[in-house]
C-alpha cells in the first residue's frame, strides 16, 4: 500500500483531461485451456463431471477488473494508478449449453459504457464444441475506479463511439442505468407493495388460515408447499489473507463463489435433485471485505415457479474482536430443478417481502429457459 500512495500523482483531476478509449482498446479473449492442459481441471471439477460455476464467477470477475484496467491503460506508467473494484454483477444469463471439464473455454470481453467513475462491462463465454466455439454465458459486470489507496473515488477514461453497433451497446448501458435506478427506487425497503402484490399476498395469508378456526393465528401450509423460514441454510467462513485481492480486501469472486454454492446447495435441499443454474441477478458489493473478518452467509429460497427455485444470499461480516455484524452482499440466483418443487409460503409480514422482492428478481429475467438434459452447470 505505501508503493500504491506513490501513484497519487497520476490521478486525473477531471475527466476531460484523459484521453477517450474506444471499445476495440479494452476487448481482450483469453482462453482457458481444460481442453489441451488437462492439470487445470481438478479446479474447475465437480463430482458430476461438469465445470464449477463458482469458479467460473471467480474467472468473471477477475476478466472484468482486467478489462477495465485496459481501457484506462497509461502507457507510461508501469502501474495503473486506479484501484478498480466490482460495484455489481448486473446480470449474468447461462446460454443452454452443457459446460465439459474437458474441453477449452473461452472468454471475451470489453468496457461497453463509462460514468465518472465507473464502467460497465459485457462480457462473454463461449466452449469448444465440434471444432467451433459455442456460446455458454452472457455476463455485465458495473466496475468503479477508486484511487491508488482505495479511499475515495478516481476518473475514468471516456469511451468514444466508432459505429452504429457500438453506439448500440452504450445506448443499452444506458438504459441498463436507467432500471437499475428504478428498479431500487421501487425496493421493497423503501417502499410498499403494489397493489397488485398487495393482493397476492393475501392471498397466499388466506390460503394457509386453518378452515377449521375462525382464527388469524392458526395457520396450515396447504399441499405441496412449504414455509419459506424451512428452506434456510447458513455457513460461516473466516476470510484469511488467502482470498485477497490486490487492495488488500477480500476477492470479489471468492465471496460469488462461496454464496453462489451456499445457494445451489440451498436449491438442492429444497427441490430434491441437482438444480441447474440459470442466472445471477443483481449481486451488489455495498462494502468492502477485510481480511480477518468473519463472513456469515445465511440463504433462502424465497420463491418458486414450475422448475425454478428463486435463491436469496445475504452476506455479512463481522471482526473477531467486534460483535456488530454489516451487511456487504446481497445475491440472487435463480436455478432449475429437474422435476417441479414446492411452492414457498411465506409466514410472516418480512418474509412476504422477500417472496415479493424474490418474485420481481425472477420476472426479470431476460428470456425464459427450458431446462435441457444438457444443461450441466454445477457447483
Ligand atoms: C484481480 C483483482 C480483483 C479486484 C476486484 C475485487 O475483488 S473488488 C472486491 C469486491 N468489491 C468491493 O469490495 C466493493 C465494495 N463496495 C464499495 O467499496 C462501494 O460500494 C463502491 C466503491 C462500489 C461504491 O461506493 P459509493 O456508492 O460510496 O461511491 P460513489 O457514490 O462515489 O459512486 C461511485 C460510482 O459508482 C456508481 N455506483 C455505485 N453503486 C452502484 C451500483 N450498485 N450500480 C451501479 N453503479 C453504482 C455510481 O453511480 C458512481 O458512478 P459515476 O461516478 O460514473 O456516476
Redesign the pocket.
Known amino acids: 500500500m505505501e508503493e500504491r500512495k506513490l501513484l497519487h500523482s497520476f490521478l486525473a483531476a477531471s475527466q476531460k483531461g484523459l484521453p477517450p478509449r474506444r471499445m476495440k482498446d479494452s476487448y481482450i479473449e483469453v482462453l482457458l485451456p481444460l481442453g489441451s492442459q488437462p492439470e487445470l481441471r481438478e479446479k474447475y471439477l465437480t463430482v458430476q463431471n461438469t465445470v464449477r460455476f463458482g469458479r467460473i464467477l471467480e474467472d468473471l470477475?477477475?476478466l472484468g477488473?482486467l478489462i477495465c484496467y485496459m481501457h484506462n491503460k497509461i502507457h507510461s506508467a508501469k502501474m495503473s494508478p486506479l484501484s478498480?473494484?466490482?460495484?455489481?454483477v448486473d446480470r449474468i444469463d447461462m446460454c443452454k449449453k452443457s459446460l465439459s471439464p474437458e474441453q477449452d473455454i473461452k472468454f471475451s470481453g470489453h468496457v461497453s459504457w463509462v460514468?465518472?467513475?465507473?464502467m460497465e462491462v459485457k462480457m462473454h463465454m463461449f466452449q469448444l464444441h465440434d471444432n467451433e466455439f459455442s456460446p455458454v454465458l452472457d455476463a455485465t459486470f458495473?466496475m468503479?475506479a477508486?484511487d491508488s489507496e482505495n479511499k475515495g473515488?478516481a476518473f475514468v477514461n471516456p469511451l468514444t463511439l466508432e459505429s452504429p453497433e457500438e453506439e448500440e451497446i452504450f445506448r443499452q448501458g444506458e438504459l441498463n442505468k436507467g432500471t437499475?435506478v428504478a428498479f431500487s427506487s421501487m425496493s421493497l425497503l423503501k417502499m410498499a407493495p403494489t397493489a397488485e402484490e398487495r393482493t397476492a399476498i393475501h392471498e397466499m395469508f388466506l390460503n394457509t388460515l386453518d378452515p377449521k378456526t375462525v382464527s388469524f393465528r392458526s395457520r396450515v401450509l396447504p399441499p405441496n408447499a412449504v414455509w419459506m423460514e424451512n428452506s434456510k441454510l447458513k455457513s460461516l467462513d473466516i476470510c484469511h489473507p488467502q482470498e485477497r485481492?490486490?487492495f488488500n480486501?477480500?476477492?470479489?469472486?471468492f465471496?460469488m463463489r462461496k454464496a453462489y454454492e451456499l445457494g445451489w446447495a440451498t436449491a438442492c435441499n429444497f427441490g430434491g435433485s441437482r438444480p441447474f443454474i440459470v442466472a445471477v441477478d443483481d449481486i451488489?458489493?455495498?462494502?468492502?471485505?477485510e481480511v480477518g473478518s468473519l463472513l456469515f452467509l445465511s440463504s433462502q429460497v424465497c420463491f418458486t415457479q414450475g422448475n425454478y427455485i428463486q435463491v436469496r444470499v445475504h452476506s455479512e461480516v463481522a471482526s473477531l474482536q467486534d460483535k456488530e455484524h454489516m451487511t456487504t452482499n446481497v445475491f440472487h440466483f435463480t436455478f432449475m430443478s429437474e422435476k417441479e418443487v414446492p411452492l414457498v409460503f411465506p409466514r410472516t409480514y418480512g418474509e412476504s417481502m422477500l417472496y415479493l422482492d424474490g418474485q420481481r428478481h425472477f420476472s426479470s429475467m431476460s428470456a425464459p429457459v427450458t431446462l435441457k438434459k444438457d444443461h450441466l452447470i454445477e457447483p
Open positions: 470477475d477477475s477488473v478498480i473494484v466490482t460495484a455489481l460514468g465518472k467513475t465507473s458495473v468503479v477508486r473515488p437499475r485481492n490486490i480486501r477480500i476477492f470479489g469472486g465471496l451488489m458489493f455495498q462494502k468492502p471485505v
